[in-house]
């Protein structure tokens, strides 16, 4: 009988890099009482987050919590107050178009890739070279075709597919090798493992996994099993706050926390591949209901 994809409990790179930074290294995005109020209704009450500047931190949390909200507010794509500090540099008041010159590549819950168009033309929509151009800044240089291709060699060998009729996995390469095209010091993604089958979720782990070896990840997701293989570190989101902070493997080892934040204990199959003697667990995959 095969293995579950996430029952290898060997750290990932992208994982060992995290928890190997130096104690005195600050994170690369610091969140700080983030609010968010859209239509009178208030979504955020002060969201606190810090991501590592190395490996995959993950953003978790219930349906329902806050977790899309808080990155698309990170992203300047709702109203938000707060600070958003990104490398020393204050973000809460910049749009997005300015977010992302700062270099924060963002992969939406829907991929939003386009279907009717190559997997090269879906990669060549999202270079900047004119941004930098003209304004130079961190990303400054020639869209980064090569580290796209060394992680992801399908998207070079499919470049004149059509986007819609890859696998979901594939799709999932094209939105994660956009964001890093254009060189960017940070990745956000947002619930990658969405709506997938088992076997795609694992080859979509596979890919974060790669992109986390280059570039920092911001990782929202439900499967946790995922998010043990992957994240260092985690924060929880509840209600629109912070409900915790930490360290992700010292959460999903306490039945009990576990349990009251994600509504799951830790010892269920998919917080770390199947108990001994047990059928190989299938991956579960949620996605967060919006206000």
Do not use: W
Request: glycine share 12%; proline share 7%; net charge positive.
């Amino acid at each position: 009988m095969t293995s579950s994809p996430f029952s290898d409990q060997r750290p990932s790179p992208s994982a060992h890099s995290s928890s190997s930074l130096p104690s005195t290294a600050g994170p690369l995005l610091s969140v700080r009482d983030l609010r968010v109020v859209i239509d009178g209704l208030h979504i955020l009450h002060g969201v606190d987050l810090d991501v590592a500047p190395a490996g995959v931190t993950a953003l978790l949390g219930r349906n329902g919590a806050g977790k899309t909200t808080t990155v698309k507010a990170v992203m300047g794509l709702v109203p938000r107050t707060g600070s958003i500090r990104f490398s020393g540099a204050e973000l809460s008041s910049l749009p997005t178009h300015l977010v992302v010159r700062h270099g924060i590549g963002y992969a939406p819950e829907d991929r939003g890739i386009f279907a009717g168009l190559t997997v090269a033309e879906n990669l060549r929509l999202a270079e900047r070279a004119a941004e930098r151009a003209a304004g130079g800044g961190s990303g400054a240089g020639e869209p980064n075709y090569a580290l796209v291709h060394e992680l992801f060699p399908e998207l070079k060998q499919r470049a004149g597919q059509l986007a819609g009729t890859l696998s979901g996995g594939q799709q999932q390469m094209v939105a994660i090798g956009r964001t890093l095209l254009n060189r960017n010091r940070l990745i956000i993604a947002d619930e990658p493992t969405k709506g997938l089958a088992p076997k795609i979720v694992a080859e979509v782990a596979d890919v974060l996994a790669r992109a986390a070896e280059a570039v920092p990840v911001l990782l929202v997701e439900q499967n946790l099993a995922l998010v043990r293989r992957l994240a260092g570190t985690c924060a929880v989101l509840a209600d629109g706050r912070t409900a915790h902070r930490g360290d992700t493997a010292e959460l999903l080892a306490d039945e009990e926390a576990a349990r009251r934040l994600l509504g799951v204990g830790s010892r269920h199959p998919l917080a770390g591949g199947p108990r001994p003697g047990a059928s190989p667990a299938t991956p579960v995959v949620t996605a967060e209901v919006k206000p």
